[in-house]
Nanobody
Framework: QVQLVESGGGLVQAGGSLRLSCAAR????????MGWFRQAPGKEREFVAG????????YYVDDVKGRFTVSRDNVKNTVYLQMNSLKPEDTAVYYC????????????????????WGQGTQVTVSS
């Protein structure tokens, strides 16, 4: 069993930055793909970023490329999402998720392909 706990959300002005963290409890973290998703009110949960087991490969949705950076520390069992140049449209609940596979592929983008989820952390960007 794996538990994921997100932190780092909050209220920030447009153009500001936040760093989200997701701490994992369980043995499979270092051999798993980690994903970040977000869900705004009235919208479906959408993929934001993904990182492979070793941290050497990453995927991003086009909207956040150049602004967000996903990274991981397999010693600390933690994955991070550094969010810069935030926009009001980034406002959402952000979730981390674990997929029990080593590599990124087409499944990385699909929420139902993930095995464990955190509880989410709210990010609000004011204009």
């Amino acid at each position: 069993q794996v538990q994921l706990v997100e932190s780092g959300g909050g209220l920030v002005q447009a153009g500001g930055s936040l760093r989200l963290s997701c701490a994992a409890r369980g043995r499979t973290f270092s051999s798993s793909v980690m994903g970040w998703f977000r869900q705004a009110p009235g919208k479906e949960r959408e993929f934001v970023a993904g990182i492979n087991w070793s941290g050497t490969n990453t995927y991003y949705v086009d909207d956040v490329k150049g602004r967000f950076t996903v990274s991981r520390d397999n010693v600390k069992n933690t994955v991070y999402l550094q969010m810069n140049s935030l926009k009001p449209e980034d406002t959402a609940v952000y979730y981390c998720a674990l997929q029990r596979t080593l590599r990124l592929d087409s499944r990385t983008y699909i929420p139902t392909q993930y095995d464990y989820w955190g509880q989410g952390t709210q990010v609000t960007v004011s204009s």
